[in-house]
């Protein structure tokens, strides 16, 4: 694997892993590397120093932000977690479900197929995608 600093037209910076340079390249040609800020497919290298391991070097830290941004999804999941509960696939369902009156109305969050969230806004179910990936599993 190997990670590049990139940078789109508009400015933002982040990074991106891939296979291999030859991956990057191909991903890049064919649209497929895009800002995660903007959305932007104009995106190149940015410049960047190598990472040169030594005996004593950390491990890098994985679990906490590393920017502003970073900071504010993390709040945001913080508040969702505890302000509503985690139904896992049974979203769709879920939602349905309370906008039927079949169940009482409370905040949920969890997983639905691109195909169910569509379903959902068409039956006038108002429902959102979040930042972040679900860290807990449904009971």
């Known amino acids: 694997m190997i990670r590049y600093n990139l940078r789109c037209e508009q400015g933002h910076d982040f990074d991106g892993w891939f296979r291999s340079s030859e991956g990057y390249d191909s991903q890049r040609a064919a649209g497929q590397v895009t800002c995660t800020i903007c959305g ?12 040169v391991a030594t005996a004593h070097a950390a491990a890098p830290d994985l679990q906490s932000p590393r920017n502003e941004r970073e900071k504010l999804v993390e709040k945001l999941r913080e508040h969702v977690e505890k302000n509503s509960d985690y139904v896992g696939m049974s979203f769709a ?14 905040a949920i ?9 569509r379903q959902l806004l068409a039956e006038g179910i108002q429902v959102a995608p979040l930042p972040f990936l ?3 599993k449904a009971n």
């Open 40 to 51: 932007s497919s104009k995106v190149e290298k940015a410049l960047m120093a190598p990472g």
């Open 93 to 106: 369902a879920e939602a349905r479900a309370m906008h039927e009156g079949l169940k009482p109305e409370r």
């Open 109 to 117: 969050h969890g997983e639905a197929k691109p195909e169910e969230a």
């Open 134 to 136: 679900p860290r807990q």
